[in-house]
């Protein structure tokens, strides 16, 4: 009698614990799914920032004269520093071949247009950021405002977790104090310390100004359109339906608000 | 009631009271002057009053950083309604054109440091 309810109490316990453990189990795999959802859903109406490149404009105007208008206007007004060592270097908006930029795009045999070719990369302010999910102290975050993906830099305690996070490198790290590295300061806008992480802002102190962000303004080749993702007569969304557009590593589920128009 | 080596004691006992009280004793009837942060001549308001600004001005710049980086309220509205960006590099150091002569009277007086400059640019008078 006694054997006997042992041996049920012992299968009815480790029944309870498989079945406790799988809905955990279902519990995560059915939150990230939802996750996705909720995100393209929210993307559908409220204010979203993003930007369109059409990078044979840009390839274009290039054929004429080399051009870094976007990058010099954008490291000059946020005060970036600029530094040679590759393993040291900060980088707001920067160039990388079409290979690096979407090495899961396609395959080994890409169009003569695209392969070798450079692509301006910066920070995708992704629907997802896996940089914001990964920050311990809440120092990187989505404004819900327009969905831009700030850095609070008071709150950074450099542990670049959000470094690893990115699958874009987007982000920078400053190893050592960057000032002496920054050829004329913009008075207007601060710099940054040693021992914090950053990232474009998509000039988040000039939409505050109704401003479009500083790469888009000075872009004379007219490669970069801004707009709002969740206006459907938005003029990124109108580029968006003409054309074909790729973005940065979309299978990852990030969510990336830069499209590239090939 | 004997102290053995009386005469080596006591003596060393004064001077150790001598060493640790000469600080005081030097400095009695003359204070360190009190710090004189030069203020602006153009203007004559601040954001806020000068009995806030003296006693709070640190607990209102830790609410612009929150306000303008993580609400994106780029808005303050301070005495009479009066509206200002607030922002210490664009807004308070334009009236206060001297960080040497203003912020730093009071901080050096009181022996704190704070960390605003390792980010925030300072007036060129530092460069």
């Given at each position: 009698?006694?054997?006997?309810?042992?041996?049920?109490?012992?299968?009815?316990?480790?029944?309870?614990?498989?079945?406790?453990?799988?809905?955990?189990?279902?519990?995560?795999?059915?939150?990230?799914?939802?996750?996705?959802?909720?995100?393209?859903?929210?993307?559908?109406?409220?204010?979203?920032?993003?930007?369109?490149?059409?990078?044979?404009?840009?390839?274009?105007?290039?054929?004429?004269?080399?051009?870094?208008?976007?990058?010099?206007?954008?490291?000059?007004?946020?005060?970036?520093?600029?530094?040679?060592?590759?393993?040291?270097?900060?980088?707001?908006?920067?160039?990388?071949?079409?290979?690096?930029?979407?090495?899961?795009?396609?395959?080994?045999?890409?169009?003569?247009?695209?392969?070798?070719?450079?692509?301006?990369?910066?920070?995708?302010?992704?629907?997802?950021?896996?940089?914001?999910?990964?920050?311990?102290?809440?120092?990187?975050?989505?404004?819900?405002?327009?969905?831009?993906?700030?850095?609070?830099?008071?709150?950074?305690?450099?542990?670049?977790?959000?470094?690893?996070?990115?699958?874009?490198?987007?982000?920078?790290?400053?190893?050592?104090?960057?000032?002496?590295?920054?050829?004329?300061?913009?008075?207007?806008?601060?710099?940054?310390?040693?021992?914090?992480?950053?990232?474009?802002?998509?000039?988040?102190?000039?939409?505050?100004?109704?401003?479009?962000?500083?790469?888009?303004?000075?872009?004379?080749?007219?490669?970069?359109?801004?707009?709002?993702?969740?206006?459907?007569?938005?003029?990124?969304?109108?580029?968006?339906?003409?054309?074909?557009?790729?973005?940065?590593?979309?299978?990852?589920?990030?969510?990336?608000?830069?499209?590239?128009?090939? | 009631?004997?102290?053995?080596?009386?005469?080596?004691?006591?003596?060393?006992?004064?001077?150790?009271?001598?060493?640790?009280?000469?600080?005081?004793?030097?400095?009695?009837?003359?204070?360190?002057?009190?710090?004189?942060?030069?203020?602006?001549?153009?203007?004559?308001t601040c954001v806020q009053s000068l009995a806030f600004m003296k006693a709070g001005h640190m607990q209102l710049?830790?609410?612009?950083?929150?306000?303008?980086?993580?609400?994106?309220?780029?808005?303050?509205?301070?005495?009479?309604?009066?509206?200002?960006?607030?922002?210490?590099?664009?807004?308070?150091?334009?009236?206060?054109?001297?960080?040497?002569?203003?912020?730093?009277?009071?901080?050096?007086?009181?022996?704190?440091?704070?960390?605003?400059?390792?980010?925030?640019?300072?007036?060129?008078?530092?460069?």
């Amino acid at each position: 009698m006694m054997d006997g309810s042992r041996r049920s109490f012992l299968k009815i316990g480790g029944l309870s614990v498989l079945g406790l453990s799988g809905v955990r189990v279902w519990n995560v795999f059915a939150a990230t799914q939802e996750a996705g959802h909720e995100a393209a859903a929210e993307a559908a109406g409220a204010l979203q920032w993003a930007m369109v490149i059409d990078m044979k404009k840009c390839w274009d105007y290039q054929e004429k004269q080399p051009c870094t208008d976007c990058m010099t206007a954008c490291h000059g007004i946020h005060n970036v520093p600029e530094i040679a060592d590759p393993k040291r270097e900060i980088k707001w908006l920067w160039t990388d071949l079409y290979q690096h930029a979407f090495p899961t795009e396609g395959h080994e045999y890409p169009p003569a247009e695209a392969k070798g070719k450079p692509f301006l990369l910066l920070c995708n302010h992704c629907s997802n950021p896996p940089c914001v999910r990964v920050c311990p102290t809440q120092a990187t975050f989505k404004r819900p405002e327009d969905g831009v993906v700030m850095m609070d830099f008071h709150r950074c305690i450099g542990c670049r977790y959000c470094m690893a996070g990115c699958p874009y490198g987007s982000r920078s790290f400053n190893w050592q104090d960057p000032r002496p590295f920054i050829k004329e300061l913009n008075m207007q806008f601060p710099t940054r310390t040693k021992g914090v992480v950053e990232k474009c802002n998509f000039c988040a102190e000039r939409l505050a100004k109704n401003l479009y962000p500083a790469c888009v303004e000075v872009c004379k080749a007219k490669a970069l359109t801004f707009g709002n993702l969740g206006d459907p007569t938005s003029p990124v969304r109108e580029l968006l339906k003409q054309h074909y557009t790729i973005r940065r590593k979309n299978e990852l589920g990030t969510g990336p608000n830069v499209y590239y128009i090939v | 009631m004997k102290i053995y080596d009386a005469n080596k004691i006591i003596p060393g006992l004064l001077i150790l009271v001598g060493l640790f009280t000469f600080p005081f004793l030097y400095n009695i009837g003359g204070a360190a002057p009190a710090p004189k942060p030069e203020l602006p001549k153009e203007q004559k308001t601040c954001v806020q009053s000068l009995a806030f600004m003296k006693a709070g001005h640190m607990q209102l710049l830790n609410d612009w950083r929150d306000q303008v980086v993580r609400q994106a309220n780029r808005v303050y509205v301070g005495l009479d309604g009066k509206e200002f960006n607030p922002s210490l590099q664009n807004t308070c150091m334009e009236c206060h054109t001297s960080k040497v002569k203003f912020c730093d009277q009071c901080h050096n007086y009181a022996g704190v440091t704070p960390y605003c400059w390792d980010c925030h640019i300072a007036p060129k008078e530092n460069q």
